[in-house]
């Protein structure tokens, strides 16, 4: 009940396709994970409970289709595993197509899918397309109906038909087809015949017998080859139990043992081969005993455990592991003398003498039975000197010795049955030298040795009775390297091996009477892993093996001289190995402080077994040895161990494993359905918090299973999990993902197909396909709408544009005919009036000066309107043009001057803006006229190039040059760069005095339509 059971009165058990046990009691129904229970009781407010909480003894059943039937004391349930839900059957007066009665005593469906239920009342037959029943009751007036209707047992026998037992009536054999019934009664006076009367259980063996147990009549068996004629009834009924016995419950499990379960009289078991029966019944004194002798129910799970149900408890047996136990029964004069076992050791005749720690010594007689005893008792002037036995030997003189903790060392006089006490005098140095001996060992050559906990290592002379004596001394490194000696070891090479309680494992020179040790060293990893030596001994192979405390396991290679550490990392239940013996198939056995522990050298694993797999106890003593036979012994702190290593099996049973919970933000979640029927689970983005509980159902020792998860889409490998059972994920992203778990039993055997889900985390609306989806339709048509009015826009702007440049085109035109045909003609005019007003003789020369000043200013005046009215007018927009204007234009202003113009050939088709003409032309002009005005130039050449859109204009003369940086800052100067920004240009103009001057300009001539860069 600490697990969670409702009840300790078990009433059934069975196990469900999916590995849950399920578990009856009288108080609700139970289901096992391996770690706890969960409990399904009648609920008045719920209709999908079940319909009431005495579910009877033997009316629990599975059906083909995973359907989990229950009968109570209160109808018959059917348990949905997909949905959990209980769907009732119950009596009903008014219909004679229901349930025949409430209480529901027996469950059986056929290999036709044919389902039975035997009531209080009668016999259902289940019509599963009306969901009623039809009735098989008895009739006083037919003998071939039911002979009682208290149906309570249920098994199909051939072609179909039913054995049916009944409480008063007794045996039924019932063919469906034609719905007769057989009775098989008997005659209660015949001496020796079983009274069929009262039958509370039936099982039909793999061999066809039916056997009935009966309530207070014994066990009977009707035998496969006696047929079914009832014609001579010595032959067909044996009784095999005493008549007295109340059998509840029969099972069979897989090696043909038949169990019987009785109401008080315990639980037997019997051999088919010999035919002989066990008895089990409940022992004070023995924790490991049945609960209780009222057995309700048994049942063999998958993994081969027994599962006994009682009145009072549930147990499992493991039919796996072969363990045979001895411990003290207080009781029990044939019981070990103390439960702590400290010492075991075979003789040559093949008796077992086991030492305790404190009760002194026992031999068994394996095949006689027989324990004897040799308990300590103080006042026993010849008997065991001390009841802490540490040590047991028979060496070749056939003289047995015994060491004891505190009493020294006793030798037994078998015959007598009387010891010797051999202890220290400390008044003489030749005695033992301490009473607390540990090892007694005799060597290849004879040698006896004794170790002592306090006073080093001795040898005895046997001859004179003297021991001398090794002992630690700080000054000599060759001297044993502590008094505290425990194993002493020869090994195969006859080297002698003896290992201390802090001072390491010392290795005896038996030449120079010497020891080497070898200590741990914290900044040696090949050094041995712990001071605390409790064991040494040697494989089949010649390796040498050390046990320690603290330290674990060491291989030691005798050739390098390094160990080699196994730890709890590496599989050993525990850092304490204290025992190691070998079996024959080359695995080393250890007894460590927790279990035992069996370890294959070859593949370097361990497998570990505990108390679950029927060890008396967890914590074993520096006590082991293997038997002739190859049987192996160990002792613990609850009695001798004794088995086979053969007979130890691995649970090969792959368990299934199952998702057991849900849960998000750490509070568990219900599905509406049975997880396991779960395929998927989808959660909005703010539900992220996930977690997931499993179990892998195998029951052998589920503390041992072992788990491995991950989640795809998140993790990338397995996650070892060891034995937990639970995994969380805070803040998954929204995605898909599939939980994967898988685990092993007891003994490691993986499930690797385990149990899976997937989780869907559906995305926030703004991260969803279809949310994205709408903005990229409603960004393509609001783009397509910005495109068509841009379309738009643009196509009336290149409309207004056009219309504006034929308005501006045809401004233009006007405007340079205006200038030239009328202001032009007018300045011209005016020059021309200026020039004849001078030439008149009354005028003095101050005058006339002035008149041809202004006549001049006129002309000039009127030269530059014609170069304005050029630049204006739209017909002259060729770069070839430009080129005619600007040679004309030289050739003008040097009429006095060599000059020479030189022109990109041929000529390219160019258009120029008028922003461009008009800078170029004024920039060439203003080159020319200081060449002309200033330079004093006799010489004066242009050049135009053009390549690739890049136009170059370069003028030169050969004046009288200037200094650049002196006139730098001149107004003509800033003029001339100006006009080349604002086209875009580059100018350069280099002169030194007396060298002349060259002026250059780079303009790329961009298309018409392209803005000028500013």
């Not at 109906?145 to 039924?172: C, D, F, K, M, P």
């Not at 778990?741 to 926030?764: F, Q, Y």
């Not at 030439?839 to 000043?853: A, P």
Request: a negative charge.
């Amino acid at each position: 009940m600490e697990d969670g059971l409702s009840i300790y009165s078990i009433t059934g058990i069975i196990q469900d396709f999916q590995g849950y046990l399920w578990v009856g009691t009288i108080d609700g129904l139970n289901r096992y994970d391996g770690y706890q229970f969960t409990v399904f009781k009648h609920d008045p407010g719920q209709d999908a409970s079940i319909s009431n909480n005495y579910v009877n003894v033997g009316a629990l059943f599975e059906d083909g289709a995973g359907m989990l039937w229950i009968g109570t004391q209160g109808g018959l349930n059917k348990r949905d595993p997909a949905t959990g839900a209980f769907t009732h059957f119950m009596h009903d007066p008014e219909d004679r197509h229901s349930l025949s009665d409430n209480n529901v005593l027996a469950i059986l469906e056929t290999e036709a899918g044919v389902l039975w239920v035997g009531t209080q009342n009668g016999l259902n037959r289940y019509d599963p397309e009306t969901g009623g029943f039809i009735r098989y009751q008895h009739n006083p007036y037919d003998d071939q109906t039911l002979s009682h209707n208290y149906v309570r047992s249920i098994r199909e026998a051939e072609a179909g038909e039913l054995w049916i037992g009944t409480r008063g009536g007794g045996l039924n054999r019932l063919n469906p087809e034609t719905g007769a019934v057989t009775r098989y009664a008997n005659d209660l006076e015949t001496p020796g015949d079983l009274d069929l009367r009262d039958i509370h259980a039936l099982l039909m063996s793999r061999s066809g017998d039916v056997w009935m147990g009966t309530w207070g009549a014994g066990l009977g068996v009707l035998e496969h080859a006696a047929g079914g004629s009832m014609e001579d009834r010595s032959t067909l009924f044996q009784r095999l139990l005493p008549q007295d016995v109340e059998v509840v419950t029969l099972f069979e499990d897989r090696a043909g043992n038949l169990w019987i379960g009785t109401w008080g009289q315990g639980l037997f078991k019997r051999d088919p081969i010999t035919g002989r029966f066990t008895t089990y019944k409940h022992d004070l004194d023995n924790p490991s005993s049945l609960p209780r002798d009222q057995i309700t129910s048994i049942y063999e799970d998958r993994s081969g455990g027994l599962w006994i149900g009682t009145w009072d408890g549930l147990a499992r047996v493991s039919t796996k592991k072969q363990f045979t136990s001895y411990t003290h029964r207080p009781a029990d004069p044939m019981s070990l003398c103390h439960p702590n076992v400290n010492q075991v050791y075979e003789d040559r005749s093949g008796g077992l003498w086991i030492g305790t720690l404190g009760g002194g010594l026992n031999r068994l007689l394996p095949r006689q039975g027989i324990m004897e005893s040799y308990c300590y008792d103080a006042g026993a002037s010849e008997g065991l000197s001390h009841g802490g036995v540490s040590s047991m030997l028979e060496d070749t003189a056939g003289v047995f010795w015994v060491g004891t903790l505190g009493g020294g060392l006793n030798v037994l006089d078998q015959a007598a049955g009387t010891f010797t006490a051999i202890r220290n005098d400390p008044d003489d140095p030749y005695s033992l030298s301490s009473d607390y001996v540990y090892t007694v060992y005799e060597d290849a050559g004879g040698t006896l040795w004794v170790g002592t906990s306090n006073a080093g290592l001795s040898t005895l002379d046997r001859a004179t009775g003297r021991f001398m004596g090794y002992r630690y001394s700080a000054q000599d490194t060759t001297s044993l390297s502590s008094d505290a000696v425990w194993p002493i070891y020869e090994d195969s090479r006859q080297v002698l091996w003896v290992g201390t309680l802090g001072g390491g494992l010392n290795k005896f020179d038996r030449a120079t009477q010497t020891f080497t040790a070898y200590r741990y060293d914290p900044d040696n990893a090949y050094s041995i892993s712990s001071d605390k030596v409790i064991a040494v001994r040697e494989d089949l192979n010649g390796t040498l093996w050390v046990g320690t405390l603290d330290g674990g396991l060491n291989r030691f290679d005798r050739d390098t001289e390094r160990f080699y550490r196994y730890a709890t990392s590496e599989g050993l239940p525990h850092m304490n190995v204290v025992c190691i013996v070998p079996d024959e198939a080359g695995r080393l056995w250890l007894g460590t402080s927790d279990g035992l522990s069996r370890f294959d050298p070859r593949a370097e694993t361990f497998t570990n077994y505990g108390i679950s797999d029927g060890l008396p106890s967890s914590v074993f003593y520096a006590a082991c040895d293997r038997g002739r036979n190859g049987q192996l012994f160990f002792g613990s702190a609850g009695g001798l161990v004794v088995f086979h290593p053969d007979s130890i099996h691995t649970n090969t049973h792959a368990p299934p494993v199952v998702l057991t919970g849900f849960d998000l933000f750490n509070e568990p979640q219900s599905l509406g359905v049975s997880l396991s029927h779960v395929e998927q689970i989808t959660l909005p983005y703010w539900q992220n918090f996930v977690a997931f509980r499993f179990a892998a159902l195998d029951f052998a020792d589920p503390s041992k299973n072992r788990y491995a998860y991950k989640l795809e889409g998140l993790d990338d490998a397995w996650v070892d999990a060891r034995a937990r059972r639970y995994v969380s994920y805070p803040n998954l992203a929204p995605g898909r993902y599939t939980f994967r778990v898988k685990g092993t039993n007891n003994d490691g055997v993986w499930n690797e197909e385990g149990a899976s889900v997937r989780l869907v985390i559906t995305p926030p609306y703004w991260k969803t396909r279809w949310f994205r989806g709408l903005v990229v339709v409603v960004v393509v048509s609001l783009l397509a709408l910005a495109y068509r009015y841009r379309v738009h826009y643009l196509l009336e702007l290149e409309h207004t544009r056009q219309r504006m440049a034929s308005q501006l085109e045809h401004t233009r035109k006007r405007i340079a005919d205006d200038l030239h045909d009328d202001i032009g003609s007018k300045i011209s005019g005016i020059a021309l009036s200026l020039e004849m007003a001078s030439r008149k003789d009354h005028l003095d020369t101050l005058d006339r000066d002035q008149l041809l000043d202004a006549s001049r200013s006129a002309r000039q005046l009127s030269s530059d309107l014609r170069d304005t009215v050029w630049i204006v007018d739209v017909q002259n927009e060729h770069l070839d043009e430009l080129l005619d204007r600007m040679e004309g234009a030289g050739r003008q202003m040097l009429q006095e001057n060599q000059f020479s113009f030189e022109r990109p050939s041929p000529q390219p088709a160019v258009l120029l803006r008028m922003e461009l003409r008009r800078n170029i032309f004024f920039i060439f002009k203003e080159a020319v006229h200081n060449a002309a005005r200033h330079a004093q130039a006799s010489n004066v050449s242009a050049r135009a190039t053009y390549k690739d859109g890049l136009f170059c204009l370069s003028i030169t003369d050969d004046g009288v040059g200037f200094d650049v940086a002196t006139v730098r800052r001149g107004r003509g100067l800033r003029t001339l760069h100006k006009r080349a920004r604002e086209i875009g240009g580059h100018l350069e103009i280099e002169s030194r005095p007396g060298q002349g001057t060259a002026v250059r300009l780079s303009v790329r001539i961009p298309d018409p339509e392209t803005p000028l860069p500013r």
